[in-house]
């Protein structure tokens, strides 16, 4: 094992860990961050297909009977839920690291992802949705962070959308459970609903097993002057490697040199996004809040648009939403490395504005009548493959913009802020109008997702910076740093 950097004066070390992981070439450990971390997209995208799915289910259940609005404002409490369990468990990840709130988060989604198959009425209902968002939004600060930081430079981008856009995974299988459970020849659709969110909830189970074999970011323990771990652990993690591969490759940068410091202050925190990276402050939240309209307030109400408007069954709205969610899925696992080889800015900038002109023209053809259920389908379908990508690179974006101290907070605050303005109020408004039944009352909302993600395709080519390739040290300084070797 390595010697641990040294000390100097006024607690001054240096460290080579982030050189040494992001020289890592591609293995079996990097294999296992992505299928236990990135599995949390897989749970969010399950949870949020299902509630669309099943929505006309729960609206026609004989114990539950939710109304069209109900059905919004739950949509809107699973939201409320992950912007408070963002913002709660993304500051205690950046105090108490990223591993121990792995766990944490996971079983808060588990508990009350069963208690929602158990609801009796619509309070009860949206307070399980509100508690099993909070689990999800606090995965999402914390395993975002961890990916970041584990992963190598010159994979992060093309990793980072990919585990991101596994959230469509997740909805693929929540489509194919709502067509086993919503079919009557199978199981009672009054029990078939409920039963899916409890099978949701268990399979965490599996999740909390495979997360038992990750080590804590050798980056968090660096920074908090934990450097003797933090270098046992990547000692660990090369020797691993170094059988898979052989000789590692030498380290194409050098050390940070950082001093001891204590936990990070919110004043900190505010300091750094509204002085020092002021315009990547303006651009997370405007990449977060208008993806998030657009993809919850279309996400949660699809399926009512559907059965409302084409005619389409409850039990069948699966078959619709399967390959919706593979061409979210395909997003950013085909585009995933041009935003490593082309670039951030061009790739999100292209994907964001080709989302918002497609989304619009199909709000026009959708209020025109002219297409049919299998047509609109596919409309959206191409719409997201684009979609897909450009939300996953938000949180890259967000990811890479600010010191690793503040990572997961700064993820929490713009997932949270970007939510609340962007995502709570998306299937309230869908959900309005949509129980109005007028086509050209739905365009406008369409059109209005569309228009925003034409802003944040603007705001992107003009506030958008170069991290391809780059550490995540050189991308934005670690608050510790005290100065670095050219």
Known sequence: ????????????????????????????????????????????????????????????????????????????????????????????????????????????????????????????????????????????????????????????????????????????????????????AVIDPEIGWRAAFVVGGALSVIVIFLRRFLPESPRWLMIHGRHAEAERIVGEIERGVRA???????????????????????????????????????????????QAFCYNALGFTYALVLTKFYGIPSGSVGWYMLPFALGNLAGPLLLGHLFDSVGRRPMITLTYALSGLLMAATGYAFAAGWLTAWEQTAAWTVIFFFASAAASAAYLTVGESFPLEMRAMAIALFYAIGTAVGGVAGPTIFGWLISSGDRDAIMWGYLMAAGLMLVAAATEWRLGFAAEGKPLEEVAAPLATVARPH
Not at 146 to 172: C, H, K, M, S, Y
Request: glycine share 12%; net charge neutral.
């Open 244 to 290: 898979e591969h052989g000789t590692l490759p030498p380290t194409t940068y050098g050390p940070v040199v950082l001093h001891r410091r204590g936990h990070t202050e919110l004043r900190e925190v505010w300091a750094s996004m509204i002085h020092h990276h002021r315009p990547r402050t303006v651009l997370g939240l405007t990449l977060m809040a208008c």
């Open 1 to 184: 094992m390595r010697d641990a950097p040294a000390l100097a004066d006024g607690g001054r070390f240096e460290s080579d860990v982030p050189a040494r992981l992001d020289r890592l070439p591609w293995s079996r450990f990097h294999w296992r961050v992505v299928v236990a971390l990135g599995i949390t997209w897989i749970l969010d995208g399950l949870e949020v297909t299902l509630v669309g799915s099943l929505a006309g289910a729960i609206h026609e259940s004989r114990s539950l009977g939710l109304s069209e609005v109900e059905i919004g404002l739950t949509a809107s409490a699973y939201l409320v839920g992950a912007v408070t369990g963002a913002l709660g468990f993304g500051w205690l990840a950046d105090r108490w690291g990223r591993r121990r709130l792995f766990f944490v988060t996971l079983v808060v989604y588990m508990l009350a992802s069963i208690a929602t198959g158990l609801a009796w009425d619509f309070w009860s209902f949206a307070a399980f949705r509100a508690l099993t968002g909070a689990g999800i939004g606090g995965e999402y600060a914390a395993v975002n962070s961890a990916i970041q930081e584990l992963i190598p430079a010159r994979r992060r981008g093309t990793t980072d959308l990919a585990v991101n856009g596994t959230f469509w995974g997740g909805a693929a299988l929540g489509s194919i459970i709502s067509l086993v459970v919503l079919n009557p």
